[in-house]
């Protein structure tokens, strides 16, 4: 299958400071992208979904301000978490698709970052 | 109402033996389609199995089939035949097709922690 990456893998910051997570999928070319949160022993919660070129449309309850997400090509997105707090820390996830019109289209996921905010 | 059901929140089963992981859904969509997830302890999603709606046949996968009731719309997921590294979470998904045929977000279940004994 596909291969999707994600950097860092793990990530220690200050409350207060920014952290970016970047999201690439490697052989082949992700028309839309997605960001998901896992809390410890919970489910993923879908954050936001970005396509290239557009702005991320976020879920209900997230903060489009504090969770900036950048789609720059088909390969690449990112997510910054801007002043990051404790609360803050999770298991960050994104996922890309290939096409939009089909609901067998695939999602291929990366791996994950862990974030720790002190 | 939610979307993804997964009633067991944990699961235990002997190795070599079958283990069946219950999913119920409730869309109203006539276009949709259900995918099932393993989440080891490392945090990667890795794709197990993917049914449609339309698909006459159960899904199979190796050692994973998909027993689909439509009609009492659920979609259980059946391991045959367990080994020790099945043991991990496992995580049900729908998609809908939405309106004007593009296919929505993925929605999870709350997963099921599945636990291979010897």
């Known amino acids: 299958g596909a291969v999707v990456s994600q950097h860092p893998s793990w990530v220690i910051c200050k409350s207060g400071t920014s952290v970016k997570i970047e999201c690439r999928s490697l052989?082949?070319?992700?028309?839309?992208m997605f960001w998901y949160r896992q809390f410890p022993k919970q489910s993923l919660m879908l954050m936001a979904t970005s396509n290239e070129g557009s702005k991320a449309t976020y879920e209900q309850g997230v903060e489009k301000d504090k969770f900036l997400i950048n789609h720059a090509s088909l390969t690449l997105s990112t997510l910054t978490v801007t002043s990051a707090h404790p609360e803050d820390s999770s298991f960050y996830i994104c996922s890309a698709r290939v096409g939009s019109g089909s609901v067998g289209n695939e999602q291929f996921f990366g791996p994950g970052t862990r974030l720790t905010v002190l | 109402a939610q979307k993804i059901t997964q009633t067991q929140p944990g699961m235990f089963v002997q190795e070599k033996e079958a283990v069946t992981l219950d999913c119920t859904y409730d869309?109203?969509?006539?276009?949709?389609?259900l995918f099932w997830y393993k989440q080891p302890s490392s945090g990667e999603m890795i794709f197990l199995i993917y049914?449609?709606?339309?698909?006459?046949q159960n899904a199979t996968e190796g050692r994973y089939s998909l027993n689909f009731q439509k009609a009492r719309k659920s979609a259980n997921l059946v391991i045959s035949a367990s080994q020790l590294g099945d043991s991990a979470m496992y995580f049900c998904?729908?998609?809908?097709?939405?309106?004007?045929?593009?296919?929505?977000?993925?929605?999870f279940g709350t997963g099921t922690r599945l636990q291979v004994t010897l």
């Open positions: 869309t109203s969509d006539p276009s949709y389609g």
């Open positions: 998904a729908m998609r809908e097709a939405g309106f004007y045929g593009t296919a929505s977000k993925l929605t």
């Open positions: 049914q449609g709606s339309y698909d006459q």
């Open positions: 052989d082949f070319q992700a028309t839309t």
